[in-house]
């Protein structure tokens, strides 16, 4: 019987900066494209505006700011994305996000704690107005309660 299908490893896209298994950084990483980490990366790392990814092999003592932030190896530290954090099934992660989304895969481990904020732009539209929302709820009327014979009582 042949071993079970394995998915295969998260690769760094063409375009995509890479520190690679063997590498180590200690210090600040600033960057303009998206960045896939599989060495040791001790310091801070900024990509405002791209994705950063944590491969299998990464382990990393950082704080993150990104849009977006895969885990897929170890981080130690605040991870801090505008729009999504995604930490899948291999992954550890010990420190405190603040994210508009979040994906925890089956299996990861996660220490710390989750901040979830909306961004700016829908944050004017999802919040109704305060008068409308009291004038709805004063022309609904009261819901009469549900009563349920039990099974037991006879007629």
């Known amino acids: 019987m042949p071993p079970p299908a394995r998915a295969p490893e998260p690769e760094a896209p063409r375009g995509t900066a890479l520190i690679g298994k063997a590498v180590t950084v200690k210090g600040q990483i600033s960057s ?20 950063v990814t944590i491969g299998p092999h990464g382990k990393v003592q950082a704080t993150i700011r990104a849009r977006e932030v895969v885990i897929v190896g170890t981080v130690h530290g605040n991870i801090e994305a505008s729009d999504k954090i995604d930490i899948r099934k291999d992954a550890k992660l010990v420190g405190d996000i ?4 979040i994906v925890i895969e089956d299996g990861a481990y996660f220490k710390g704690s989750i901040d979830i904020q909306r961004p700016e732009a829908s944050r004017t539209q999802a919040a109704p107005k305060p008068q409308m929302a009291a004038a709805a709820s004063a022309s609904v009327p009261p819901q009469l309660p549900l009563v349920v014979n039990p099974p037991d009582v006879k007629r």
Request: aromatic share 4%; hydrophobic share 25%.
């Open 98 to 101: 603040k994210t508009a989304r």
């Open 32 to 51: 303009r494209e998206d960045l896939y980490v599989d060495g040791e990366l001790d310091g801070t790392l900024e990509l405002q505006e791209h994705r």
